[in-house]
């Protein structure tokens, strides 16, 4: 599945003189959108060609991968069941539309304190939960593992080798990984975490082996799923000036972070850029519940 290249124009690209396309990966599917169904196609095969006939993953309550597990669950015929981070969620999951989305998919929860959240990794607790619900194929929190990574090579195709830098968000790391694999000697890739700290490095380490990538770690807006006016502002002028919609979690912040170093010329003169676009947009819906909680400007939709 190839996903259009789409050409951006905006005052700042033609001041710099520096080419922008997106690759709209959002579009690939309307469900299973972005890196997410390049995360899952790869394991979905594994766990069919193994006979499992249940996926048990982990995710956070406004999580793309658990919708997307649902969803791709549903239709490949697997029972799906989602370890979901924060017991406070589960006497009002109904009000969440990521989780309902999932509900509706036929996916069953197992909420659990954000303590116990922490074990996700620990072979211990996975046994417990295979205990409590039966063999199941396990995918980690987000999806990276070495079949998503493989997934996500996918993303470029040959007509991406025009292009002098290729950018992505990152979350666990496996986007980038598989974007990385699968770059030219000559490109660099630039990844913009969505979270705080260092450690994703060596996180994508264990699945690259080239040098031609760096992280862009100024601007994760506070960590996790912060946000504030500013990346709102962005987001809505975004869609307004382009027609593509940018997510608040990641894809805004990608995009926020990159305009910023082609403004401060840390992107040279005459540069070709692709910009992954990993989807995400169903996350839109639940941070508008929050934003109006709080009193804040909408995203637009």
């Not at 193994?50 to 669950?73: D, E, K, M, P, V």
């Amino acid at each position: 599945m190839v996903a259009l290249n789409q050409k951006v124009d905006l005052p700042i690209l033609k001041q710099k003189d520096i080419t922008l396309y997106i690759k709209r990966e959002d579009k690939i599917h309307p469900f299973i959108s972005g890196n997410k169904y390049r995360k899952l196609k790869y394991n979905i095969i594994a766990a069919q060609e193994q006979g499992f006939s249940r996926l048990l993953t982990f995710g956070g309550a406004f999580s793309n991968h658990i919708a997307a597990t649902a969803y791709a669950g549903k239709k490949c015929g697997f029972e799906t069941i989602g370890v979901i981070r924060g017991e406070e969620i589960k006497s009002k999951w109904q009000n969440n539309p990521t989780l309902q989305f999932a509900f509706e998919n036929g996916m069953k929860f197992e909420f659990v304190s954000r303590a116990i959240y922490q074990n996700k990794d620990d072979v211990d607790f996975q046994n417990h939960l295979k205990t409590k619900y039966g063999t199941c194929y396990i995918l980690p929190e987000g999806g990276t593992n070495t079949f998503a990574v493989k997934g996500c090579g996918e993303i470029l195709n040959n007509g991406d080798a025009v292009f002098d830098v290729i950018t992505c968000c990152v979350g666990t790391g496996g986007t980038l990984a598989g974007i990385i694999n699968a770059s030219w000697p000559y490109q660099k890739v630039l990844g913009f975490p969505a979270l705080k700290g260092d450690f994703l490095k060596e996180d994508i380490r264990k699945f690259v082996s080239k040098e031609n990538w760096e992280l862009r770690t100024d601007y994760h807006f506070g960590g996790y799923a912060k946000i504030n006016e500013t990346l709102i502002d962005f987001i809505n002028a975004f869609k307004e000036q382009t027609g593509v919609p940018l997510d608040p979690v990641y894809t805004g912040k990608m995009m926020f972070g990159l305009l910023d170093l082609i403004k401060k010329n840390q992107i040279k003169k005459g540069t070709k850029v692709l910009a992954v676009h990993s989807g995400g947009l169903q996350g839109i819906a639940g941070m508008n519940q929050r934003l109006k909680n709080k009193n804040l400007p909408l995203l637009h939709t």
